[in-house]
Nanobody
Framework: QVQLVESGGGLVQAGGSLRLSCSAS????????LGWFRQAPGKEREFVAA????????YYADAVKGRFTISRDNGKNTVYLQMNSLKPEDTAVYYC?????????????????WGQGTQVNVSS
């Protein structure tokens, strides 16, 4: 059973950067599609970015396109979310997710595995 553990959240000023990491246990990491979602207080969990198993296909939410970058290091069993030019509206709990199918999706349902989340706070 693969387990996901996020890290890298924290407090940053608007315009700053953070890099989130999500480490996975298990030997099937390279076959997984990986995604990042976020949930702000009082709001639904929303899609942020996703990458298929090969890294050849990526998706981004319009709100983060051009500012956030998803990447993966199969040797380290880790997926990253580089977040630049952060805005106060990026404040949320960020969740890492994995899909055994290997196919990236903007929807939550295809993802079988979820991390516990890491808090990101962006001050104005």
């Amino acid at each position: 059973q693969v387990q996901l553990v996020e890290s890298g959240g924290g407090l940053v000023q608007a315009g700053g950067s953070l890099r989130l990491s999500c480490s996975a246990s298990g030997r099937t990491f390279r076959s997984l599609a990986l995604g990042w979602f976020r949930q702000a207080p009082g709001k639904e969990r929303e899609f942020v970015a996703a990458m298929n198993w090969s890294g050849g296909t990526t998706y981004y939410a319009d709100a983060v396109k051009g500012r956030f970058t998803i990447s993966r290091d199969n040797g380290k069993n880790t997926v990253y979310l580089q977040m630049n030019s952060l805005k106060p509206e990026d404040t949320a709990v960020y969740y890492c997710a994995a899909a055994v199918s290997g196919t990236a999706s903007k929807l939550r349902d295809p993802y079988n595995l979820w991390g516990q989340g890491t808090q990101v706070n962006v001050s104005s």
